[in-house]
């Protein structure tokens, strides 16, 4: 199968390379002898690949720390089933499917990828793939970040950092639905695309003070460094600052600071998905390019906003 490898840490994106790569062995899977309890094949349609991904270790080593490469980067795809493993329950094989893939394993920037069913939840099959694996990634840390680790609920304010970015665009959105007020962030390029995602007041941290927010039940971050620290003191007695960039710099002097790795979660997937289905969600994705396209994609002369999507078949 054609795949994009890494093998080289210090080369970052520029070291991807299209090459061809063994298929997982189905037949294998479904006996007892690989340590594939409950994995599925999936066929790879769409593929995701967060900006800084091969900045983390577990792209380079695997649980017990062993070298891991050639590595198949990318973790966020919408497929469908084509093999079930020895254990699997919950799906079948030709089911649309979306989901994350485990980091420290081979992803899905390839034509077939393995991954353990409960990672992956039905797509419907009126949602396109480059749209589930679009939102797969942004969706499920704005969930997490939002209502799970930040216990958003209505009538409570957030500040949603970066809110025209992809996970910002999207915690917008589910913040709003929620029934709280939300202050998006970013650059004063950003203003137009947070308002239309779902923010009620925009702050443009290269010129205004963000200080002047006044107190938030709830910060939302997904920038870090000085815009971390001094979100930490706009946190509210009671609230809560959660941030995806690493352990925060600084604590709220009366809430929490709460720093985490996104999950797979099947249920969050599923209300994901339906409220996409409901054209209450919407992704935020910039651009979308073939597998043979993709090193080109994922080393961009210019920046793109939004997500990159791989269609892996057309
Ligand atoms: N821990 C986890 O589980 C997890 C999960 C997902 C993502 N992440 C991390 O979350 C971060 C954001 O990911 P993303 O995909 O949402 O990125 P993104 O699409 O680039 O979003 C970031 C947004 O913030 C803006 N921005 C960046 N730096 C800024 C600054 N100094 N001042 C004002 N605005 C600024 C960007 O504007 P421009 O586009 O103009 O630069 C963009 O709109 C990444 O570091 C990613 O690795 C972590």
Redesign the pocket.
Known sequence: MKAIVVTDEAAGTAGMRLVERPEPDAERLAGLEGASYGDVVVEVHASGF???ELEWPSTWVDRLGRDRTPSIPGHELAGVVTALGYGTTGLSVGQRVFGLTDWTRDGTLAEYTVVEARNLAPLPGDIDFTVGAGVT??GL?AWQGLFEHGRLGAGQSVLVH?A?????SMAAQLARQAGAHVIGT??A??RTAALDFGAHEFVD??NDALEDVGGVDLVFD??GGD?GRRSAGLVRAGGMLVT??GPPEARPAEGLAVD???VSDRAQLGEIAQRVREGRLRTNIGRVASLDDAVAALNPAE?V?GKTVIRVRP
Do not use: K, P, Y
């Not at 025209?164 to 910002?168: L, N, Q, R, S, T």
């Open positions: 967060t900006g800084n990634m942004a840390t970066g025209a970015g992809v996970v910002g970013g650059r390029s950003g941290l290269e997904v920038l815009i995806v960039t985490f790795v996104v920046r906003t």
